[in-house]
C-alpha cells in the first residue's frame, strides 16, 4: 500500500487516501483524476491502460436491465430538450470522410486517425474524431438559416485515448451546429447557449428521477453555471497542473464553464490543447461538472462559436498549421463561403454516467477493456458491458 496526496481547493494536500498499485509492466503513469477518499487505484502501466479508479464501498444504483431503460430514456429525452433549447433539427452524419477533404478533426493535434483504404474509389478514408467541420459544412449544403441548427449522433474510434474511468476508444456524443449571425460572435451570447445547454441537462435529470425512484437516493444539479476563463484559473491556481486547478475549482464552485481554451497562457503553455481550425479560442470553451464518485471534474462538452476567416488565418499560424491552408474546407472558410457558426460535441455515454451516479464509463457503453480491469472492477461492484 502506498498513498497519493488528495488535494483540497486551496491547492495543497491535507491528507493521503491509500490506493493499491498493480502492475503488469514497469511503468507507472501520472494521475489525472484525484482518487475519491478510500478509493483504490489500479494501475496497470501504459502498455496496457493507464489508471483506473476503484470508489470503495461503490454500488450503482440501478441494475443491469434498468440501467439500460435508463440510457435509452436519457438519449431520448435530452436530443428532444436540446433540441427545442437549441431550435435543432437531426441529420444523418457519416462514420468516416475522405482523408484528403480535411474535414476530420485533429482534437489536439497529435491523435493518430483510423484509416483505411476503399479499394474500388482510390482514395483513403478516416474514421472521424469528430464532427466538428463536417457540421458547418453540412449547414451549408443543407440550406440552414441563421437561428437554425442542425445535430447528429456522431460515434468514433480513438486509438490513442488514455483509458481510464472517463474514457474509452469508443466516443459516442450529440454533435451539434447552429448558424448564427456575425454580431453573435461574443462571449454572452456563448454563455447563454451555455445556460441552455446546462438547464436541458437538468430538465433531463429531474424527468429520470421521477421514473426511476432508485436514483432519488443521487443529489440533483443546479442549473446555475460559474464562468471563467483558462487565464483566470492559472492564475487563481498557478503552482497546479490544469487538471488539478479544474477539481480545485470546480469541487468548490459546481457547474463550471471554463471560457478560452487554445492560445498559451502567460506560463507559456495553454491550459489544453485546441485543433486552430474550428473553435475560435477567445469564444470556446469547455462545460465541467462535479463526479461524485470519483471526487473529481468531468467534462461533459467541448464546444465555441467557430472561427472566422481572420481568427482562422491567425490561429492556422500560431499553431504552425499554415501547409491546411490548401484543403478545401479551410480554403472556402478563409474564403468567407462558410456560415457563422456556434457548435460543440456532448458526450451520450458521459451524460448517462453523470446522470446515473455512475464510476466507470464502460458501465454505460460496451467497449473493449483489458482483463485485469474486467477483473478489477468486477471486484468493486463495477460491471462493465
Known amino acids: 500500500m502506498v498513498g497519493c496526496s488528495h488535494y483540497t481547493a486551496s491547492g495543497p494536500p491535507l491528507q493521503a487516501c491509500p490506493f493499491t498499485i498493480r502492475l503488469s509492466c514497469a511503468i507507472i503513469c501520472n494521475i489525472h483524476c484525484v ?28 441494475n443491469l436491465y434498468d440501467t439500460q431503460r435508463a440510457i435509452g430514456t436519457v438519449k431520448r429525452l435530452f436530443a428532444d430538450t436540446l433540441c427545442a433549447t437549441l431550435n ?58 441563421v437561428g437554425k441548427g442542425l445535430y447528429c449522433d456522431m460515434n468514433a ?14 466516443v459516442d456524443q450529440w454533435d451539434w451546429e447552429k448558424v448564427i449571425r456575425e454580431e453573435d460572435r461574443n462571449l454572452d451570447y456563448l454563455k447563454g447557449v451555455v445556460r441552455g445547454i446546462v438547464s436541458a441537462v437538468c430538465a433531463t435529470e429531474m424527468n429520470l428521477h421521477a421514473m426511476f425512484p432508485q436514483l432519488e437516493k443521487l443529489p440533483l444539479h443546479s442549473p446555475s453555471v460559474t464562468f471563467i476563463t483558462s487565464q483566470e484559473l492559472e492564475d487563481l491556481y498557478p503552482a497546479l497542473t490544469p487538471k488539478e486547478r479544474e477539481n480545485a475549482f470546480v469541487k468548490e464552485h459546481g457547474t463550471t464553464f471554463l471560457m478560452q481554451i487554445g492560445r ?53 499560424t500560431e499553431a504552425g498549421c499554415d501547409g491546411r491552408r490548401a484543403l478545401p474546407f479551410h480554403k472556402a472558410l478563409l474564403a468567407g463561403e462558410l456560415p457563422c457558426t ?21 458501465e454505460v457503453q460496451a467497449s473493449v477493456w483489458d482483463a485485469a480491469t474486467r477483473e478489477a472492477c468486477e471486484k468493486a461492484g463495477i460491471h462493465l458491458l
Open 35 to 62: 482518487p475519491a477518499r478510500g478509493a483504490q487505484f489500479v494501475n496497470k502501466g501504459e502498455s496496457i491502460m493507464s489508471k483506473i479508479i476503484l470508489p470503495a464501498g461503490y454500488t450503482p444504483a440501478l
Open 88 to 145: 435543432l433539427r437531426r441529420v444523418s452524419a457519416p462514420l468516416f470522410v475522405e482523408a484528403a477533404s480535411g474535414l476530420n478533426d485533429d482534437l489536439n493535434g497529435v491523435e493518430r486517425k483510423v484509416a483505411f483504404d476503399i479499394r474500388d474509389t482510390g482514395v483513403t478514408a478516416e474514421v472521424v474524431q469528430s464532427l466538428a467541420k463536417w457540421k458547418r459544412k453540412a449547414l451549408k449544403d443543407y440550406d440552414f438559416h
Open 157 to 170: 474510434i480513438r486509438r490513442d485515448e488514455e483509458l481510464d474511468n472517463l474514457h474509452s476508444v469508443y
Open 264 to 316: 498559451a497562457l502567460r506560463s507559456g503553455k495553454p491550459h489544453d490543447g485546441r485543433a486552430p481550425d474550428y473553435d475560435d479560442w477567445d469564444l470556446n470553451g469547455d462545460l465541467l461538472f462535479w463526479n461524485d464518485p470519483l471526487e473529481c471534474s468531468y467534462e461533459l462538452s467541448s464546444m465555441g462559436i467557430r472561427v472566422s476567416p481572420e481568427s482562422l488565418d491567425r490561429q492556422l
Open 342 to 362: 456556434i457548435g460543440g460535441g456532448i458526450g451520450q455515454s458521459r451524460l448517462c454516467m453523470l446522470l446515473l451516479g455512475s464510476a466507470h464509463i464502460g
